[in-house]
């Protein structure tokens, strides 16, 4: 009988380290890791050592750890409790595990709906792409449900970020960075999330001041480095071509750079100076004249798009106007498509949801308009057959069931308030008679 191979386990918080061990299966393991990690930080009352995973308290020591949903990606976060003040701090712990477990569960809920690369229930939507702009394919469901799991966990990380919560921030992103693990890498590399989410991780214990983790991060470091190359290219040459040769903006290298110099620092490496002295050289390439600016704001740019105009185009006035101009046009162009999407989707909703419970599927119903048919009849047909195209033209062009399918339309029009909905009446004998026209 083959022996299964001991499990690692990556640890973080009040041990952070690597824990090993025989099974996460067996009965007993919850109390089994945190024997261990007792020993291993010097705790005498391994009951005073506490244990969250996905943001879940590990409570029960007679369970198994694969109980708790935890597997070999899976980080523990580690907590000593005080003796002392153990009911205020536990208090305090539990409930920021249960805001924890609260995001997880509703980034998990995101994630699960959609069955391709892009999602849309009517009243929010997204869509997932890689630097081209090219919507992201996946073979397994599962990869994009990790992957859309991190990218929601990320975002709420940064919005945590600016709010300058530190701890609360690191907490969610590293609820983000074990959502990435669960991904084919393959799908990573097409995105710079990944890289983004560990200069983010990073500057947290930047923020905290947690030396022994800057040090240990310098991993973290190069992976974020090693994929801003891959979705950038070197030295940013694929976001310049991208971008018509203008400069990217450099302020994520500035912090990439920076903290690279502070944890080689820490980590006693000499390279340090030439980590910050590079973050300096960045940094300087970023700064913009006064002068520049007023000439842009002559102009009618604000404070922020001539900046941002300045920094892309490397202080060249000329170009940074151009440039300006330019995402003034698209801003306009997306604020306008944005209104007509949202139009579309209160039409799509005005129609009712089909069998399967989604909205009636606009690109056919696109085509079917396209070949003579009253948009409105069109939707009627996509709604009851459930967005099967065949079907829905077969039921259009059934004199029999286009006159069903009319007086569906009309008894929806009867009650339908929306003002981006036109359903024009229309006789069924006028109705068979265009339908044995086409």
Known sequence: MAVSEPVKIQCAGAYSGILTLPSLEVAGSVAQARQLISGRIGEGNS??????????????????????????????????????????????????????????????AVAARGDGSSWNDGAHEFALENQDGEGLRFDDPQDRKALVMGLALHEQGKQLLEKEDYQEALDVLLLAEEAFEMCNPKHL????????????????????RAIGQLAAGRARLDKAQGSLQRSHGPSGVRMRRLHGNFCPELAIYVRLDLLQGVAAFHSGDSKASLHLASALSKWRRLQVSDESLATLASMGFTASQATRALRFCEGDTEQAASFA????????????????????????????????????????????????????????????????????????????????LQLAVYLTSATNTSPDVCTTSMHPHQLQKQLAYL
């Open 47 to 108: 009951a005073c050592v506490k244990l969250i995973a996905g943001g879940r308290t590990l409570e029960d020591d007679a369970k198994a750890l694969t109980d708790y949903g935890v597997h070999s990606k899976t980080r523990l976060l580690v907590m000593r409790t005080a003796r002392a003040a153990a009911s205020a701090k536990l208090a305090a712990q539990e409930s920021r595990a249960q805001r924890l477990a609260r995001l997880k569960d509703a980034a998990a």
């Open 189 to 208: 590399d097409m995105v710079d999330n990944v890289g983004l989410l560990m200069i983010d991780i990073v500057w947290c214990y930047f923020q905290l």
């Open 325 to 404: 101009a330019d995402q003034a046009q698209l801003t306009k162009k997306r604020k306008a498509d944005h209104t007509e999407q949202k139009k579309l989707r209160r039409e799509m909703r005005s129609y009712g949801a089909t069998a399967s419970g989604k909205l009636v599927d606009a690109a056919g119903l696109q085509l079917l308009e396209s070949m003579g048919f009253q948009r409105a009849l069109a939707a009627e047909a996509l709604k009851q057959s459930d967005n099967e195209g065949q079907a829905a033209l077969d039921a259009l062009a059934d004199p029999k069931r286009a006159e069903q």
